[in-house]
């Protein structure tokens, strides 16, 4: 059995992206997800020396995260939970001309399968991500996944805009054969 | 410029069908993009495929940190870090 090693140093290159999107499904707020991120990092830096080594350094965060985003919610609903007003659409009071929209399925919303695929696309696109090059991720995230413009990056990263385009048509062709097996 | 360029190499067909996924492309280049496309079996393969991505990535709604939210990550992970090896 191969043991896996931890060097919390590489940590935050390598899974804060695919943590931040494994809490964004789950908790659906940019900075709760953050800070979780963050406190599950800080966490694992405590109990480094419980890491056995039996399971990668990645399933072993995810396993914290998983408590946080529990206790998360646990802290939100002792909060909530005794002020809230519960309102039933049905009951049986004469009131005339309830919304009959509200006990209709909404066609639109998703359901939970198409959630689930979803979260596992992202998993895939985050493995192949960490795939590329640093550079390459680097540039493919801003500019297609946070939709910044090419200018701003060029000034940012300090590369011209036909470097730019290079660089983008390799990670696009990368991430093409990467996920062409399983999602395409 | 004497003649007006119908035809462009697989290279320059490959740039505007990437920049055409971020909508980055004139109308003339993405002309010049679709008649390469009539003749180059290789640039219709890629090009399918630019767009498979890019639909993907729609779909998925994958998120990720932003840059400078992860340099503030790293600093105060990093003193945590002299911290704990300091102990």
């Not at chain 1, 659906?28 to 966490?43: H, K, P, Y």
């Not at chain 1, 998360?72 to 909060?79: E, F, P």
């Not at chain 1, 297609?144 to 590369?159: K, M, P, R, W, Y």
Request: charged fraction near 30%.
């Amino acid at each position: 059995m191969p043991n896996h090693q931890i060097n919390p140093k590489k940590w935050i290159d390598l899974y804060s992206d695919y943590l931040y999107n494994y809490t964004i499904t789950r908790v659906s707020d940019r900075e709760i997800a953050q800070d979780l991120v963050q406190d599950t990092f800080l966490a694992g830096l405590k109990s480094m020396k419980n890491f056995k080594g039996e399971a990668s350094e990645r399933t072993w965060l995810i396993s914290i995260l998983k408590r946080k985003i529990i206790d998360h919610y646990r802290k939100i609903n002792s909060n909530k939970g005794k002020a809230e007003v519960r309102i039933s659409y049905n009951d049986d009071s004469e009131t005339e001309g309830d919304w009959l929209e509200e006990r209709v399925a909404d066609p639109f919303d998703k359901t939970a399968e198409d959630t689930m695929q979803n979260s596992e696309l992202g998993n895939a696109i985050h493995n192949c991500l960490g795939k590329l090059p640093e550079k390459q991720a680097d540039v493919f995230k801003m500019k297609t996944i946070q939709g910044f413009e090419t200018e701003v990056i060029c000034n940012e990263l300090n590369i011209t805009a036909s470097n730019l385009w290079v660089i983008i048509h390799r990670a696009r062709t990368a991430m093409a054969d990467c996920l062409k097996e399983n999602w395409f | 410029m004497s003649k007006i360029k119908f035809f462009i190499p697989c290279d320059d067909a490959n740039h505007v069908c990437d920049k055409t996924q971020y909508k980055e492309a004139t109308l003339w280049e993405m002309i010049k993009l679709n008649i390469h496309l009539l003749y180059c079996k290789f640039c219709r393969e890629y090009t399918k495929n630019n767009a498979k991505l890019t639909k993907v990535l729609k779909k998925s709604e994958v998120e990720c940190l932003d840059k400078k939210c992860k340099e503030s990550m790293k600093l105060d992970f990093e003193k945590a870090l002299k911290e704990h090896s300091d102990q």
